[in-house]
């Protein structure tokens, strides 16, 4: 099993950055797609972006496009979700997730994913 952790949330002012770190245990991570979603109250979990095992395919959300960096670090077990610009519509909880082990691509798709940390609290006041 793969257990991730988020931390790096926090309150900030309208254009302002923040940098979210997923801290990931388990043998396979390194193979596995990553995913950040968000999820605001009353709402439903949302894509922001992915990244493959290599780090060649990103795809973003057009909300957050430009704006947003995903990354990751393997020999850290770390993915990273770099975040510029923010507005207050960015508030949410943000969540870190692991797809299927062994893929050469990513997803969108929140039920692809097979394992999700407990997120972080990010907040953009105006």
Wanted: charged share 15%; proline share 3%; with cysteine.
């Amino acid at each position: 099993q793969v257990q991730l952790v988020e931390s790096g949330g926090g309150l900030v002012q309208a254009g302002g950055s923040l940098r979210l770190s997923c801290a990931a245990s388990g043998r396979t991570f390194s193979s596995r797609a990553m995913g950040w979603f968000r999820q605001a109250p009353g709402k439903e979990r949302e894509f922001v972006a992915a990244i493959t095992w290599s780090g060649g395919t990103t795809p973003y959300a057009d909300s957050v496009k430009g704006r947003f960096t995903i990354s990751r670090d393997n020999a850290k077990n770390t993915v990273y979700l770099q975040m510029n610009s923010l507005k207050p519509e960015d508030t949410a909880v943000y969540y870190c997730a692991a797809g299927p082990g062994a893929t050469f691509f990513s997803r969108r798709d929140v039920s692809w994913y097979e394992y999700w940390g407990q997120g972080t609290q990010v907040t953009v006041s105006s």
